[in-house]
């Protein structure tokens, strides 16, 4: 492993090294670490997923849930992505890319061929999946079927009830199912957001008798869940919450 400065053959006080660590992780004692794309699958026109492996894969330590940091682009630019599995044996992990439109780290998802170098920054903690009380309901939309993977791939996760906002629910099932995952509850996003208004009518019942909720995604969709939640006969204490984007935001972390 080398430090975030040292990669960069900078010393740690110098311009490059400290916008290097702004750009990845506004943490101080990052490191960055050197990895290779094992593989590129553009699984649908909206999705790619890609298999890393290197040394960390082996190394480092990560809990379901968990984020890295990947330079999609000179600067460098980094972007964040959860991974969906993690095999230590083999040094490998994997990560499903939405590609929402024209930014650096869509752009870079599309171009990539197995075979490049990736800087890696991570695994770090985002939202720890090991401890949740069962059943558990994770709401999100498209950049959060990485975690909702990760969740479905932990050993002894049953009863796990998916609940995502999407774009289009056609292309997000045959993803999903491809993936393992086949039970989600798909709801299409209108821009009215009245398909947030469905959920909420609708979460007597699905959060009925749920032990913990997971919500990632959209900062304000998040918001209205919580809300809903909040206000439901049936609200459901443990919740864990992590905004993955809002509009106008670039690359949060
Ligand atoms: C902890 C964490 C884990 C994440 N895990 C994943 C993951 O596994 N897979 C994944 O695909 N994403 C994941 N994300 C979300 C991803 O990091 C963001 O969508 C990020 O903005 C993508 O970078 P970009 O370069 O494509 O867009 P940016 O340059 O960051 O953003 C450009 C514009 O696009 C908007 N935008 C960003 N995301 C979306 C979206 N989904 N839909 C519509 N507009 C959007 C921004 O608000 C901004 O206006 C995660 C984010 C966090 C914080």
């Known amino acids: 492993m080398t430090k975030v400065d040292a990669a960069y053959g900078r010393s740690p006080a110098s311009g490059i090294a400290q916008r290097i660590k702004g750009l990845f992780s506004r943490s101080g004692r990052m490191t960055v670490q050197p990895s290779r794309v094992a593989s590129v699958d553009h699984i649908s026109p909206d999705f790619t997923l890609i298999r890393l492996e290197g040394e960390l894969f082996r190394a480092g330590q990560w809990t379901a849930g968990d984020k890295i940091q990947l330079a999609v682009a000179p600067g460098p630019i980094g972007r964040t992505y959860t991974p969906l599995s993690w095999n230590r044996q083999r040094g490998v992990a994997e990560v499903l890319v939405y590609l929402h439109g024209d930014a650096p780290g869509c752009d870079w998802a599309r171009r990539l061929t197995a075979g490049q170098d990736l800087q890696v920054v991570g695994p770090r903690p985002s939202i720890a999946l090991n401890a949740l009380e069962q059943p558990t309901i994770l709401f999100g939309d498209e950049t959060c079927f990485g975690l909702a993977l990760a969740l479905h791939n932990l050993p002894g996760a049953a009863n796990i009830r998916y609940i995502f906002e999407v774009g289009d629910a056609a292309q997000t099932e045959s993803v999903l199912t491809s993936l393992g995952l086949h039970n989600a509850l798909l709801y299409e996003r209108r821009p009215d957001d009245s398909h947030l208004?469905?959920?909420?009518?609708?979460?007597?019942?699905?959060?009925?008798?749920?032990?913990?909720?997971?919500?990632?995604?959209?900062?304000?969709?998040?918001?209205?869940?919580?809300?809903?939640?909040?206000?439901?006969?049936?609200?459901?204490?443990?919740?864990?919450?992590?905004?993955?984007?809002?509009?106008?935001?670039?690359g949060l972390g």
């Open 197 to 250: 208004e469905a959920i909420g009518n609708e979460w007597d019942r699905l959060a009925s008798g749920a032990g913990s909720l997971v919500l990632a995604g959209k900062a304000s969709s998040i918001q209205f869940v919580q809300r809903a939640n909040r206000a439901s006969s049936a609200r459901i204490h443990q919740v864990k919450t992590k905004a993955y984007w809002a509009p106008g935001k670039r």
